[in-house]
Protein backbone atom coordinates (compact mmCIF):
# COMPACT_ATOMS: atom_id res chain seq x y z
CA UNK A 1 0.00 0.00 0.00
CA UNK A 2 3.08 2.49 0.15
CA UNK A 3 3.02 2.86 -3.56
CA UNK A 4 2.12 6.62 -4.83
CA UNK A 5 0.67 6.73 -8.50
CA UNK A 6 -0.26 10.09 -9.88
CA UNK A 7 -3.79 9.85 -11.50
CA UNK A 8 -2.21 12.17 -14.15
CA UNK A 9 0.49 10.24 -14.92
CA UNK A 10 -1.44 7.24 -15.55
CA UNK A 11 -3.68 9.17 -17.35
CA UNK A 12 -1.21 9.35 -19.53
CA UNK A 13 -0.37 5.63 -19.71
CA UNK A 14 -3.41 4.98 -19.98
CA UNK A 15 -4.22 6.81 -23.15
CA UNK A 16 -0.99 5.89 -24.97
CA UNK A 17 -2.05 1.89 -24.59
CA UNK A 18 -5.34 2.43 -25.69
CA UNK A 19 -4.07 4.67 -28.69
CA UNK A 20 -1.92 1.52 -29.75
CA UNK A 21 -5.22 -0.54 -29.43
CA UNK A 22 -7.42 1.54 -31.45
CA UNK A 23 -6.99 3.90 -34.47
CA UNK A 24 -10.10 5.81 -33.86
CA UNK A 25 -8.60 7.47 -30.48
CA UNK A 26 -6.98 10.56 -31.33
CA UNK A 27 -6.44 13.48 -27.87
CA UNK A 28 -6.01 16.75 -28.00
CA UNK A 29 -4.59 19.56 -25.53
CA UNK A 30 -4.90 23.05 -24.94
CA UNK A 31 -0.69 23.29 -25.09
CA UNK A 32 -0.36 21.79 -21.64
CA UNK A 33 0.18 18.43 -23.10
CA UNK A 34 3.75 17.88 -20.38
CA UNK A 35 1.28 18.39 -17.05
CA UNK A 36 -1.76 16.63 -18.86
CA UNK A 37 0.36 13.53 -19.93
CA UNK A 38 -0.95 14.03 -23.28
CA UNK A 39 2.38 14.37 -24.76
CA UNK A 40 2.88 10.36 -24.99
CA UNK A 41 0.19 9.94 -26.77
CA UNK A 42 1.25 12.87 -29.31
CA UNK A 43 4.42 11.46 -29.63
CA UNK A 44 3.83 7.78 -30.63
CA UNK A 45 0.67 9.21 -32.31
CA UNK A 46 1.32 12.48 -34.18
CA UNK A 47 -0.94 12.43 -36.77
CA UNK A 48 -3.84 11.92 -34.08
CA UNK A 49 -2.47 14.32 -31.58
CA UNK A 50 -3.87 18.02 -31.95
CA UNK A 51 -2.40 20.40 -30.01
CA UNK A 52 -5.22 23.37 -30.39
CA UNK A 53 -2.73 25.98 -28.60
CA UNK A 54 -4.08 28.08 -25.64
CA UNK A 55 -7.54 28.01 -26.98
CA UNK A 56 -9.80 25.87 -24.79
CA UNK A 57 -13.08 26.73 -26.27
CA UNK A 58 -11.81 25.83 -29.70
CA UNK A 59 -10.71 22.94 -27.82
CA UNK A 60 -13.59 20.98 -26.91
CA UNK A 61 -15.25 22.48 -30.10
CA UNK A 62 -13.08 20.46 -32.39
CA UNK A 63 -13.18 17.97 -29.77
CA UNK A 64 -16.90 17.69 -30.56
CA UNK A 65 -15.93 17.64 -34.24
CA UNK A 66 -13.54 15.06 -34.18
CA UNK A 67 -16.37 12.92 -32.40
CA UNK A 68 -18.76 13.84 -35.14
CA UNK A 69 -16.75 12.59 -37.62
CA UNK A 70 -16.23 8.74 -35.82
CA UNK A 71 -13.13 9.69 -33.76
CA UNK A 72 -12.70 8.86 -30.18
CA UNK A 73 -11.53 11.99 -28.80
CA UNK A 74 -9.72 12.35 -25.71
CA UNK A 75 -9.49 16.62 -25.00
CA UNK A 76 -7.25 17.59 -21.88
CA UNK A 77 -6.20 20.70 -20.31
CA UNK A 78 -6.54 22.03 -16.83
CA UNK A 79 -9.41 21.19 -15.20
CA UNK A 80 -10.24 25.24 -14.59
CA UNK A 81 -10.25 25.51 -18.17
CA UNK A 82 -11.66 23.12 -19.31
CA UNK A 83 -14.89 23.07 -17.12
CA UNK A 84 -15.03 27.13 -16.51
CA UNK A 85 -13.23 28.70 -19.62
CA UNK A 86 -15.10 26.04 -21.77
CA UNK A 87 -17.86 25.30 -20.12
CA UNK A 88 -20.63 26.53 -22.57
CA UNK A 89 -18.86 24.70 -25.48
CA UNK A 90 -19.07 21.63 -23.24
CA UNK A 91 -22.89 22.24 -22.72
CA UNK A 92 -23.82 23.43 -26.03
CA UNK A 93 -21.52 21.28 -28.18
CA UNK A 94 -21.01 18.21 -26.22
CA UNK A 95 -23.60 17.42 -23.38
CA UNK A 96 -26.45 18.73 -25.53
CA UNK A 97 -25.37 16.71 -28.36
CA UNK A 98 -24.72 14.08 -26.47
CA UNK A 99 -21.62 13.50 -28.16
CA UNK A 100 -18.57 10.74 -27.69
CA UNK A 101 -16.24 13.09 -25.70
CA UNK A 102 -13.52 12.54 -23.18
CA UNK A 103 -12.50 15.48 -21.46
CA UNK A 104 -9.88 14.23 -18.98
CA UNK A 105 -8.93 17.09 -17.29
CA UNK A 106 -6.03 17.58 -14.75
CA UNK A 107 -4.86 19.46 -11.80
CA UNK A 108 -8.51 19.49 -9.78
CA UNK A 109 -8.19 20.71 -6.40
CA UNK A 110 -6.05 22.79 -4.20
CA UNK A 111 -3.33 20.04 -4.07
CA UNK A 112 -2.21 21.78 -7.50
CA UNK A 113 -0.41 23.93 -5.21
CA UNK A 114 1.85 26.89 -5.32
CA UNK A 115 0.22 27.95 -8.84
CA UNK A 116 -2.52 28.95 -6.43
CA UNK A 117 -6.17 29.93 -6.79
CA UNK A 118 -5.88 31.09 -10.54
CA UNK A 119 -5.00 27.62 -11.31
CA UNK A 120 -6.82 25.22 -8.56
CA UNK A 121 -10.26 24.23 -10.21
CA UNK A 122 -12.85 23.92 -7.13
CA UNK A 123 -15.66 24.23 -8.92
CA UNK A 124 -15.33 21.80 -11.79
CA UNK A 125 -16.99 19.37 -10.57
CA UNK A 126 -20.47 21.05 -9.33
CA UNK A 127 -19.93 22.29 -13.22
CA UNK A 128 -19.67 19.08 -14.78
CA UNK A 129 -22.42 17.48 -12.29
CA UNK A 130 -25.06 20.22 -13.52
CA UNK A 131 -25.39 19.17 -17.27
CA UNK A 132 -27.54 16.32 -18.54
CA UNK A 133 -25.82 13.66 -20.46
CA UNK A 134 -22.59 13.99 -18.73
CA UNK A 135 -20.78 11.48 -16.53
CA UNK A 136 -18.40 12.43 -14.08
CA UNK A 137 -15.72 10.19 -12.52
CA UNK A 138 -12.77 11.33 -10.26
CA UNK A 139 -10.18 7.95 -10.16
CA UNK A 140 -9.03 7.64 -6.47
CA UNK A 141 -5.90 5.90 -7.59
CA UNK A 142 -3.59 5.11 -10.27
CA UNK A 143 -5.42 1.57 -11.44
CA UNK A 144 -8.98 3.05 -10.98
CA UNK A 145 -7.72 5.81 -13.28
CA UNK A 146 -6.38 3.55 -16.00
CA UNK A 147 -9.73 1.20 -15.94
CA UNK A 148 -11.42 4.59 -16.02
CA UNK A 149 -9.83 5.69 -19.02
CA UNK A 150 -10.14 2.04 -20.57
CA UNK A 151 -14.06 2.33 -19.63
CA UNK A 152 -14.45 5.72 -20.82
CA UNK A 153 -13.08 4.84 -24.42
CA UNK A 154 -15.18 1.74 -25.04
CA UNK A 155 -18.67 3.86 -23.24
CA UNK A 156 -20.48 6.13 -25.49
CA UNK A 157 -21.17 9.72 -24.47
CA UNK A 158 -19.61 12.70 -22.53
CA UNK A 159 -17.20 11.70 -20.07
CA UNK A 160 -15.67 14.24 -17.46
CA UNK A 161 -12.60 12.69 -15.80
CA UNK A 162 -11.09 14.43 -12.71
CA UNK A 163 -7.33 13.42 -12.50
CA UNK A 164 -4.86 15.59 -9.76
CA UNK A 165 -1.48 16.71 -10.17
CA UNK A 166 0.71 15.30 -7.11
CA UNK A 167 1.30 11.54 -6.46
CA UNK A 168 -1.06 9.60 -3.87
CA UNK A 169 -0.83 6.17 -2.50
CA UNK A 170 -2.35 3.34 -4.56
CA UNK A 171 -5.46 1.54 -2.98
CA UNK A 172 -6.79 -0.53 -5.46
CA UNK A 173 -5.05 -4.17 -7.06
CA UNK A 174 -4.13 -3.97 -10.89
CA UNK A 175 -6.97 -5.89 -12.13
CA UNK A 176 -9.40 -3.40 -10.55
CA UNK A 177 -12.51 -3.05 -12.81
CA UNK A 178 -14.40 0.31 -12.88
CA UNK A 179 -18.58 0.04 -13.17
CA UNK A 180 -20.58 2.78 -14.25
CA UNK A 181 -22.56 3.97 -11.45
CA UNK A 182 -21.38 1.79 -8.66
CA UNK A 183 -19.43 2.84 -5.92
CA UNK A 184 -17.02 0.39 -3.23
CA UNK A 185 -17.41 -0.03 -0.02
CA UNK A 186 -13.70 -0.09 1.19
CA UNK A 187 -13.81 -0.72 4.50
CA UNK A 188 -16.49 -2.27 6.56
CA UNK A 189 -17.71 -0.06 9.86
CA UNK A 190 -21.26 0.52 12.11
CA UNK A 191 -20.70 3.95 13.40
CA UNK A 192 -20.43 6.78 10.28
CA UNK A 193 -19.62 6.42 7.07
CA UNK A 194 -17.17 8.00 5.49
CA UNK A 195 -17.74 8.76 1.89
CA UNK A 196 -14.69 10.44 -0.05
CA UNK A 197 -13.38 11.04 -4.39
CA UNK A 198 -9.94 11.28 -5.64
CA UNK A 199 -7.33 11.92 -3.16
CA UNK A 200 -10.17 12.29 -0.07
CA UNK A 201 -10.55 8.35 -0.64
CA UNK A 202 -6.89 7.79 0.78
CA UNK A 203 -7.73 10.58 3.38
CA UNK A 204 -10.95 8.54 4.33
CA UNK A 205 -8.97 5.31 4.90
CA UNK A 206 -6.92 7.42 7.01
CA UNK A 207 -9.35 8.76 8.94
CA UNK A 208 -10.94 5.40 9.56
CA UNK A 209 -7.54 4.29 10.99
CA UNK A 210 -7.54 7.39 14.16
CA UNK A 211 -11.39 6.81 14.24
CA UNK A 212 -10.92 2.86 14.96
CA UNK A 213 -7.97 3.95 17.71
CA UNK A 214 -10.77 5.89 19.43
CA UNK A 215 -13.33 2.94 19.36
CA UNK A 216 -15.33 4.50 16.05
CA UNK A 217 -15.64 1.74 13.46
CA UNK A 218 -16.11 3.79 10.19
CA UNK A 219 -17.14 2.66 6.92
CA UNK A 220 -15.27 3.94 3.74
CA UNK A 221 -16.85 4.78 0.53
CA UNK A 222 -15.35 5.46 -2.86
CA UNK A 223 -17.70 7.40 -4.72
CA UNK A 224 -15.74 7.98 -7.78
CA UNK A 225 -18.53 7.72 -10.33
CA UNK A 226 -20.17 10.69 -8.85
CA UNK A 227 -22.52 11.11 -11.56
CA UNK A 228 -24.58 8.76 -11.80
CA UNK A 229 -23.96 8.46 -8.05
CA UNK A 230 -24.28 4.96 -6.55
CA UNK A 231 -27.45 6.36 -4.75
CA UNK A 232 -28.47 2.62 -3.44
CA UNK A 233 -24.89 2.39 -1.88
CA UNK A 234 -25.40 6.01 0.18
CA UNK A 235 -28.85 5.38 1.42
CA UNK A 236 -27.98 1.64 2.55
CA UNK A 237 -24.85 3.61 4.10
CA UNK A 238 -27.35 5.78 5.91
CA UNK A 239 -29.40 2.91 7.34
CA UNK A 240 -26.43 1.33 8.59
CA UNK A 241 -24.62 3.89 9.81
CA UNK A 242 -26.59 6.70 11.10
CA UNK A 243 -24.12 9.41 10.14
CA UNK A 244 -22.10 10.23 7.30
CA UNK A 245 -19.48 12.90 6.14
CA UNK A 246 -18.52 13.66 2.71
CA UNK A 247 -14.62 14.53 1.60
CA UNK A 248 -13.93 16.13 -1.72
CA UNK A 249 -11.11 18.65 -2.80
CA UNK A 250 -13.63 21.03 -4.48
CA UNK A 251 -16.26 23.33 -3.10
CA UNK A 252 -18.29 21.27 -0.12
CA UNK A 253 -21.72 22.72 -2.57
CA UNK A 254 -21.92 21.23 -5.93
CA UNK A 255 -19.69 18.18 -5.64
CA UNK A 256 -19.93 15.07 -4.07
CA UNK A 257 -21.36 16.85 -0.63
CA UNK A 258 -24.08 18.04 -2.40
CA UNK A 259 -25.09 14.77 -4.24
CA UNK A 260 -24.68 13.13 -0.54
CA UNK A 261 -27.07 15.74 0.70
CA UNK A 262 -29.63 15.42 -2.41
CA UNK A 263 -29.73 11.50 -1.86
CA UNK A 264 -30.58 11.49 1.22
CA UNK A 265 -32.80 14.41 1.84
CA UNK A 266 -34.82 12.61 -0.42
CA UNK A 267 -33.85 9.17 0.24
CA UNK A 268 -33.07 8.62 3.84
CA UNK A 269 -32.02 11.74 5.53
CA UNK A 270 -29.44 11.48 8.19
CA UNK A 271 -26.96 13.90 9.96
CA UNK A 272 -24.54 14.84 7.17
CA UNK A 273 -20.96 16.78 7.36
CA UNK A 274 -19.46 17.76 4.52
CA UNK A 275 -15.52 18.19 4.21
CA UNK A 276 -14.61 20.35 1.65
CA UNK A 277 -14.11 24.07 0.48
CA UNK A 278 -16.34 26.77 2.26
CA UNK A 279 -17.09 29.75 -0.05
CA UNK A 280 -13.41 30.09 -0.57
CA UNK A 281 -10.79 30.17 -3.65
CA UNK A 282 -7.40 28.30 -3.32
CA UNK A 283 -4.37 30.07 -2.61
CA UNK A 284 -0.24 29.08 -3.09
CA UNK A 285 1.21 26.93 -1.09
CA UNK A 286 2.91 23.45 -1.04
CA UNK A 287 0.03 20.55 -1.56
CA UNK A 288 0.72 19.30 2.00
CA UNK A 289 -0.31 23.06 3.77
CA UNK A 290 -2.99 23.47 1.47
CA UNK A 291 -4.56 20.35 1.97
CA UNK A 292 -3.91 21.31 5.80
CA UNK A 293 -5.04 25.02 5.29
CA UNK A 294 -8.39 23.87 4.29
CA UNK A 295 -9.33 21.42 6.67
CA UNK A 296 -8.78 18.70 3.80
CA UNK A 297 -6.85 16.30 6.26
CA UNK A 298 -7.65 12.51 7.78
CA UNK A 299 -7.91 14.48 11.20
CA UNK A 300 -10.42 16.78 9.77
CA UNK A 301 -12.35 13.81 8.56
CA UNK A 302 -12.01 12.78 11.32
CA UNK A 303 -13.69 15.66 13.92
CA UNK A 304 -16.44 15.39 11.15
CA UNK A 305 -17.14 12.28 11.81
CA UNK A 306 -17.35 12.43 15.53
CA UNK A 307 -19.87 15.83 15.02
CA UNK A 308 -22.36 13.60 12.79
CA UNK A 309 -22.49 11.41 14.80
CA UNK A 310 -22.78 13.30 17.71
CA UNK A 311 -26.01 14.19 15.88
CA UNK A 312 -27.64 11.26 15.36
CA UNK A 313 -30.99 10.87 16.92
CA UNK A 314 -31.00 10.19 20.55
CA UNK A 315 -28.00 11.78 21.30
CA UNK B 1 -30.33 10.93 -55.32
CA UNK B 2 -26.73 11.99 -54.83
CA UNK B 3 -26.06 15.34 -55.24
CA UNK B 4 -22.30 16.32 -56.32
CA UNK B 5 -20.95 19.00 -58.20
CA UNK B 6 -20.24 17.58 -61.00
CA UNK B 7 -23.89 17.50 -62.77
CA UNK B 8 -23.79 20.80 -64.16
CA UNK B 9 -26.05 23.09 -61.98
CA UNK B 10 -29.27 24.46 -63.75
CA UNK B 11 -29.27 28.03 -62.34
CA UNK B 12 -32.96 29.11 -63.24
CA UNK B 13 -33.84 25.78 -61.01
CA UNK B 14 -31.79 26.96 -58.34
CA UNK B 15 -33.63 30.39 -58.18
CA UNK B 16 -36.47 28.51 -58.41
CA UNK B 17 -36.14 26.74 -55.57
CA UNK B 18 -34.61 29.59 -53.59
CA UNK B 19 -37.90 31.13 -54.15
CA UNK B 20 -40.15 28.27 -52.99
CA UNK B 21 -38.09 27.72 -49.74
CA UNK B 22 -38.64 31.80 -49.14
CA UNK B 23 -42.17 31.11 -49.30
CA UNK B 24 -41.96 28.03 -46.92
CA UNK B 25 -39.59 29.98 -44.37
CA UNK B 26 -42.26 33.00 -44.53
CA UNK B 27 -44.96 30.64 -43.84
CA UNK B 28 -43.29 28.73 -41.04
CA UNK B 29 -42.27 31.73 -39.43
CA UNK B 30 -45.77 33.40 -39.35
CA UNK B 31 -47.30 30.17 -38.35
CA UNK B 32 -45.15 29.71 -35.25
CA UNK B 33 -45.50 32.74 -34.44
CA UNK B 34 -41.39 33.73 -33.61
CA UNK B 35 -38.54 33.03 -35.10
CA UNK B 36 -35.56 35.09 -37.03
CA UNK B 37 -36.99 35.66 -40.20
CA UNK B 38 -34.02 38.07 -41.73
CA UNK B 39 -31.14 35.72 -41.47
CA UNK B 40 -33.33 32.89 -43.01
CA UNK B 41 -33.84 34.89 -45.72
CA UNK B 42 -30.54 36.11 -45.97
CA UNK B 43 -28.91 32.41 -45.91
CA UNK B 44 -31.82 30.74 -48.60
CA UNK B 45 -29.52 31.37 -51.54
CA UNK B 46 -26.75 30.24 -50.40
CA UNK B 47 -28.32 26.78 -48.55
CA UNK B 48 -29.57 25.98 -51.74
CA UNK B 49 -26.72 26.63 -53.62
CA UNK B 50 -24.80 23.70 -50.85
CA UNK B 51 -27.68 21.51 -51.00
CA UNK B 52 -29.35 21.26 -54.07
CA UNK B 53 -25.72 21.77 -56.53
CA UNK B 54 -22.62 21.37 -54.39
CA UNK B 55 -22.51 18.77 -51.79
CA UNK B 56 -22.69 15.07 -52.00
CA UNK B 57 -25.98 13.48 -49.68
CA UNK B 58 -28.37 11.80 -49.83
CA UNK B 59 -31.31 12.27 -48.28
CA UNK B 60 -32.73 8.76 -48.13
CA UNK B 61 -29.78 7.94 -45.93
CA UNK B 62 -29.31 11.16 -43.80
CA UNK B 63 -26.03 8.84 -42.35
CA UNK B 64 -24.51 8.06 -45.25
CA UNK B 65 -20.82 7.69 -43.86
CA UNK B 66 -19.35 9.60 -47.24
CA UNK B 67 -21.95 12.55 -47.28
CA UNK B 68 -20.64 16.11 -46.69
CA UNK B 69 -20.90 18.04 -43.45
CA UNK B 70 -22.61 20.90 -43.40
CA UNK B 71 -23.05 23.30 -39.73
CA UNK B 72 -25.18 26.06 -39.34
CA UNK B 73 -23.33 28.17 -37.47
CA UNK B 74 -25.72 30.71 -37.05
CA UNK B 75 -28.67 27.93 -36.07
CA UNK B 76 -31.15 31.09 -35.73
CA UNK B 77 -31.52 30.29 -39.52
CA UNK B 78 -32.54 27.29 -38.90
CA UNK B 79 -36.34 27.87 -40.79
CA UNK B 80 -34.38 27.91 -43.90
CA UNK B 81 -32.39 24.95 -43.31
CA UNK B 82 -35.19 23.00 -42.53
CA UNK B 83 -37.12 24.53 -45.72
CA UNK B 84 -34.41 22.99 -47.99
CA UNK B 85 -33.87 19.72 -46.29
CA UNK B 86 -37.99 18.97 -46.23
CA UNK B 87 -37.61 20.14 -49.78
CA UNK B 88 -34.89 17.12 -50.84
CA UNK B 89 -36.90 14.53 -48.36
CA UNK B 90 -35.65 14.27 -45.31
CA UNK B 91 -38.66 14.36 -43.48
CA UNK B 92 -42.24 15.03 -44.37
CA UNK B 93 -43.35 18.99 -45.53
CA UNK B 94 -46.14 18.90 -42.84
CA UNK B 95 -43.47 19.01 -40.19
CA UNK B 96 -42.54 22.65 -41.83
CA UNK B 97 -45.85 23.40 -39.85
CA UNK B 98 -44.97 22.26 -36.17
CA UNK B 99 -41.69 24.56 -36.31
CA UNK B 100 -40.81 25.65 -32.67
CA UNK B 101 -43.94 23.67 -30.99
CA UNK B 102 -43.81 21.72 -28.10
CA UNK B 103 -43.00 17.83 -29.44
CA UNK B 104 -42.17 19.26 -32.98
CA UNK B 105 -39.23 17.58 -34.72
CA UNK B 106 -38.12 21.34 -35.88
CA UNK B 107 -36.46 23.09 -32.21
CA UNK B 108 -36.21 26.36 -32.40
CA UNK B 109 -32.42 26.03 -33.01
CA UNK B 110 -30.97 23.48 -34.95
CA UNK B 111 -31.26 19.70 -32.55
CA UNK B 112 -29.28 17.04 -34.46
CA UNK B 113 -31.14 14.24 -32.35
CA UNK B 114 -34.65 15.81 -33.41
CA UNK B 115 -33.99 16.25 -37.35
CA UNK B 116 -32.93 13.91 -39.81
CA UNK B 117 -30.28 16.09 -42.42
CA UNK B 118 -29.17 18.53 -39.07
CA UNK B 119 -25.77 17.15 -38.02
CA UNK B 120 -24.80 19.12 -34.63
CA UNK B 121 -27.40 21.40 -32.30
CA UNK B 122 -26.06 24.69 -32.97
CA UNK B 123 -27.58 27.89 -31.70
CA UNK B 124 -25.44 29.48 -29.38
CA UNK B 125 -22.92 31.79 -31.64
CA UNK B 126 -19.73 31.14 -32.54
CA UNK B 127 -19.82 27.41 -32.06
CA UNK B 128 -20.27 25.82 -35.32
CA UNK B 129 -16.89 26.49 -37.04
CA UNK B 130 -15.02 24.24 -34.15
CA UNK B 131 -16.94 21.73 -34.70
CA UNK B 132 -16.75 21.97 -38.34
CA UNK B 133 -13.05 21.55 -38.03
CA UNK B 134 -13.44 18.68 -36.10
CA UNK B 135 -15.22 17.38 -38.63
CA UNK B 136 -12.56 18.37 -41.18
CA UNK B 137 -9.55 16.57 -39.09
CA UNK B 138 -11.56 13.26 -38.90
CA UNK B 139 -12.40 13.29 -42.35
CA UNK B 140 -8.60 14.02 -43.32
CA UNK B 141 -7.91 10.89 -40.91
CA UNK B 142 -10.61 8.87 -42.42
CA UNK B 143 -9.19 9.42 -45.86
CA UNK B 144 -12.91 9.38 -47.27
CA UNK B 145 -13.16 12.92 -49.70
CA UNK B 146 -16.07 14.11 -47.16
CA UNK B 147 -15.44 17.82 -47.28
CA UNK B 148 -17.20 19.86 -44.79
CA UNK B 149 -19.18 22.93 -44.81
CA UNK B 150 -19.94 25.70 -42.11
CA UNK B 151 -22.40 28.60 -42.45
CA UNK B 152 -21.48 31.77 -39.86
CA UNK B 153 -23.54 34.58 -39.49
CA UNK B 154 -21.65 38.31 -39.85
CA UNK B 155 -22.37 39.45 -36.08
CA UNK B 156 -21.43 36.00 -34.94
CA UNK B 157 -17.75 36.59 -35.72
CA UNK B 158 -17.52 38.88 -33.14
CA UNK B 159 -17.17 35.87 -30.59
CA UNK B 160 -14.02 35.10 -29.87
CA UNK B 161 -13.78 31.09 -30.04
CA UNK B 162 -14.71 31.81 -34.24
CA UNK B 163 -11.26 33.51 -34.27
CA UNK B 164 -9.23 30.95 -32.37
CA UNK B 165 -10.99 28.35 -34.86
CA UNK B 166 -9.76 30.37 -38.23
CA UNK B 167 -6.46 30.00 -36.49
CA UNK B 168 -6.21 26.33 -36.02
CA UNK B 169 -7.84 25.74 -39.10
CA UNK B 170 -5.04 27.41 -41.03
CA UNK B 171 -3.12 25.70 -38.55
CA UNK B 172 -3.89 22.46 -39.28
CA UNK B 173 -4.64 23.05 -43.37
CA UNK B 174 -7.99 21.76 -43.48
CA UNK B 175 -8.37 22.60 -47.45
CA UNK B 176 -11.43 20.22 -47.13
CA UNK B 177 -13.28 22.93 -44.85
CA UNK B 178 -15.61 25.53 -46.53
CA UNK B 179 -16.42 28.20 -44.46
CA UNK B 180 -19.51 30.92 -45.69
CA UNK B 181 -20.13 34.12 -44.00
CA UNK B 182 -23.48 35.45 -44.35
CA UNK B 183 -22.74 39.19 -44.94
CA UNK B 184 -25.84 40.79 -44.56
CA UNK B 185 -24.93 43.91 -42.39
CA UNK B 186 -26.90 43.40 -39.43
CA UNK B 187 -27.94 41.94 -36.22
CA UNK B 188 -30.28 41.96 -33.17
CA UNK B 189 -29.33 45.35 -31.66
CA UNK B 190 -28.80 47.23 -35.22
CA UNK B 191 -25.92 47.62 -37.80
CA UNK B 192 -23.16 45.16 -37.28
CA UNK B 193 -20.67 48.20 -38.00
CA UNK B 194 -22.55 50.38 -35.19
CA UNK B 195 -22.80 47.58 -32.76
CA UNK B 196 -19.17 45.91 -32.86
CA UNK B 197 -17.14 46.72 -35.92
CA UNK B 198 -16.08 43.67 -37.66
CA UNK B 199 -13.97 45.06 -40.92
CA UNK B 200 -12.10 44.65 -42.86
CA UNK B 201 -13.35 41.16 -42.72
CA UNK B 202 -11.61 40.13 -45.71
CA UNK B 203 -8.50 40.97 -44.89
CA UNK B 204 -9.21 39.31 -41.18
CA UNK B 205 -9.72 36.05 -42.46
CA UNK B 206 -6.76 36.56 -45.43
CA UNK B 207 -4.63 37.50 -42.15
CA UNK B 208 -5.56 34.21 -40.26
CA UNK B 209 -4.35 31.88 -43.03
CA UNK B 210 -7.62 31.42 -44.83
CA UNK B 211 -7.85 31.05 -48.52
CA UNK B 212 -10.34 33.94 -49.25
CA UNK B 213 -13.32 34.68 -52.05
CA UNK B 214 -16.01 37.29 -51.85
CA UNK B 215 -19.26 37.06 -53.51
CA UNK B 216 -23.21 38.17 -54.43
CA UNK B 217 -24.37 35.72 -52.40
CA UNK B 218 -27.92 35.91 -53.62
CA UNK B 219 -25.81 35.12 -57.45
CA UNK B 220 -26.12 31.47 -57.52
CA UNK B 221 -23.56 31.49 -60.60
CA UNK B 222 -20.67 33.33 -58.28
CA UNK B 223 -21.56 31.12 -54.99
CA UNK B 224 -21.45 27.59 -57.48
CA UNK B 225 -17.66 29.60 -58.84
CA UNK B 226 -16.80 30.27 -55.24
CA UNK B 227 -17.74 26.85 -53.94
CA UNK B 228 -15.90 25.16 -56.94
CA UNK B 229 -12.73 27.21 -56.41
CA UNK B 230 -12.49 26.14 -52.39
CA UNK B 231 -12.58 22.63 -53.58
CA UNK B 232 -9.78 22.95 -55.77
CA UNK B 233 -7.72 24.99 -53.73
CA UNK B 234 -5.38 23.30 -51.55
CA UNK B 235 -3.33 23.81 -48.34
CA UNK B 236 -5.82 26.23 -46.78
CA UNK B 237 -9.38 26.34 -45.82
CA UNK B 238 -11.61 28.51 -47.46
CA UNK B 239 -13.64 31.33 -46.39
CA UNK B 240 -16.13 32.22 -48.97
CA UNK B 241 -17.26 36.40 -47.74
CA UNK B 242 -21.53 36.19 -49.22
CA UNK B 243 -22.49 39.86 -49.11
CA UNK B 244 -26.68 39.25 -48.93
CA UNK B 245 -29.30 41.18 -47.80
CA UNK B 246 -30.94 40.52 -44.82
CA UNK B 247 -34.59 39.80 -45.62
CA UNK B 248 -33.92 39.16 -49.27
CA UNK B 249 -36.94 38.28 -51.46
CA UNK B 250 -39.61 40.62 -49.37
CA UNK B 251 -39.00 44.09 -49.74
CA UNK B 252 -41.08 44.62 -46.51
CA UNK B 253 -38.31 42.60 -44.71
CA UNK B 254 -34.86 43.70 -46.53
CA UNK B 255 -32.62 45.76 -44.55
CA UNK B 256 -34.33 45.37 -41.76
CA UNK B 257 -33.23 45.31 -38.62
CA UNK B 258 -36.25 44.55 -36.12
CA UNK B 259 -37.31 41.50 -38.51
CA UNK B 260 -34.21 39.58 -37.19
CA UNK B 261 -35.57 37.91 -34.36
CA UNK B 262 -39.36 39.03 -35.20
CA UNK B 263 -41.88 36.59 -37.73
CA UNK B 264 -44.60 38.30 -40.48
CA UNK B 265 -47.66 39.33 -38.37
CA UNK B 266 -50.38 38.80 -40.91
CA UNK B 267 -50.47 41.80 -42.91
CA UNK B 268 -46.97 41.28 -43.58
CA UNK B 269 -47.20 37.43 -44.40
CA UNK B 270 -49.80 38.13 -46.84
CA UNK B 271 -47.59 40.89 -48.71
CA UNK B 272 -44.55 38.42 -48.64
CA UNK B 273 -46.44 35.39 -50.41
CA UNK B 274 -48.07 38.19 -52.87
CA UNK B 275 -44.17 39.02 -53.82
CA UNK B 276 -43.00 35.61 -53.43
CA UNK B 277 -45.93 34.49 -55.57
CA UNK B 278 -44.58 35.74 -58.48
CA UNK B 279 -42.08 33.85 -60.64
CA UNK B 280 -39.23 36.08 -61.82
Redesign the interface.
Known amino acids: MSAKESTRVEYGKALLQLGEENSDI?ALDADLSGSTQTKHFAKAYP??F?N??V?E??L????????????I?FASTFAMFATGRAW??I???IA????NVKIVASHGGVSVGEDGGSHQAVEDLALMRILPNMVVLVPADGPETRAMVRWAAAYQGPVYIRTGRMAFPVIFPESHRFELGRGQILREGEDVTLAGIGLMVHHCLEAADLLAQEGVSARVLNLSCLKPLDWQVVVDSAKRTGALVTAEEHMATGGLGSAVSEVLAEHHPAPLQRVGLRDIFGTSGTAGELLKHYGLMPDDIKKAALKAMGRKSGH | MVKNSKEIPDIARLRETARLVRLDIVEMLHRANSGHTGGSLSATDILVALFFAQMRHNPQDPCW?LRD?FVLSKGHAAPALYAVLSRLGYFPREELGTLRQFGSSLQGHP???CTPGV??????L??G???????????R??GNG?RVYALLGDGEVQE??IW??A??AA??RLDNLTAILDRNRLQIDGRTGEVMGIEPLARKWEAFGWHTLEVDGHSFPELLDALEDAVQFKGRPTMIIAHTIKGKGVSIFENQVKYHGMAPNKEEYEQALKELQVVR
Not at chain 2, 129 to 139: D, K
Open positions: VDRFMGAQDLGTAAGLALGGKPEQRQSYAKL | PRDSSEVPTGSGQLSIANGMAMAALNVGQEAMSHY
